[in-house]
């Protein structure tokens, strides 16, 4: 009797824990934790402009886009690689804060991480002719050429954003580009050895699950961009050399860049409260929409991207205002 009794009691106690986990109404979200990134900082400003670094932009950015994306989505944890204008981890150095920022998202078990950048391109470098001169002697003698070499600013604008490809090359090859014409390379790090048992999990991750995602999420950021009228270069993959930020975390993960700091006017809008809100509510709009598919639910007709475009269409889009911003640039 006593034996039943003590069946009895500890049925009854461990029934509802049961039923707790095991509830098929209860559906879990697809989006709990988001990393956000603010790239640089502290003694790595990472591209300078006229009067402003990328650091500083990323964590002003950053920062806005944790805070709107806790006042819009209420249930979603918001965790910062970096606050204060400091080497993330108040790391030594670049290289152990790039590979702390990974460590970190890995450890919090987040699912997603948002990397904010911006990018830069060099100054285009002219030689004229201006000039000659003669050198040698007598039948020797001969006239050569002088060659004057001044700078223009380079004209390169807009937003793109990165994901790592893991092999999957051959996913929307006409909206991916694997080409890296400026690109992040102040972001990158040596790529690990991929021959380590860890990246191996990394990368099978990537292929079979977070490639898809990452895809997904970088093509709606960026499709909210060119909503907003801004110029897209489109979706970019690195898997030759490789953003440690995104081939080293174990979730969907994408690495934004908001604009080029080295343009004159997109410097003005990248440091601009304006340009700052517009950007925060470019990616919240996604970010909302990619939360919306992933739980086969509707986003909302206000923000909904069901009329996402096709790859055609947003090139057709982007061509059309890189037509315009460019006749504004030259006047």
Known sequence: MTKRFLVLALTCCFLPTFFSFTDPGKKKKAVQTIIIDPG????????????????????????????????????????????????????ANKSDGLRYRADF???????LFISIHVNAAPKIRHRVPNGYKYVGKGKKKRKVTLYRTYYTPNPAHGTETFVWAADESGHKTNMIKPEDEFGETDSTLVAPDMNDPVMKAFRL???????????????LVE??????????????????????????????????????????????YLNSESGQVEIVRNITDALRNYIGYSE????????????????????????FIDRKQKSKING
Request: glycine fraction near 12%; include cysteine; proline fraction near 3%.
């Open 40 to 91: 640089h900082g502290g003694s790595d400003g990472g591209a300078k402009g006229i009067f402003s670094t990328e650091a500083k932009i990323c964590l002003e950015i950053g920062l806005k886009l944790g805070k709107n994306i806790e006042k819009e989505m209420p249930g979603i944890k918001v965790l910062y690689t970096r606050t204060t204008d400091i080497i993330p981890g108040y790391k």
């Open 223 to 268: 499709h909210e961009f060119v909503k907003a009228g801004r110029l897209s270069r489109g979706v970019k993959q690195r898997n030759d050399v490789g953003i440690w930020v995104l081939h080293a975390t174990g979730m969907p993960s994408v690495l934004v860049e908001t604009g080029f700091i080295s343009h004159s006017d997109e410097e003005k």
């Open 105 to 111: 998202a890995n450890k919090s078990g987040a699912d």
């Open 205 to 219: 991750l990537y292929a079979k699950k977070f490639f898809q995602n990452s895809v997904q999420l970088a093509e």
């Open 296 to 319: 086969k639910e509707p986003a909302g007709t206000k923000n909904s991207s069901k009329n996402l475009p096709d790859s055609k269409d947003a090139k057709v889009k982007s061509e």
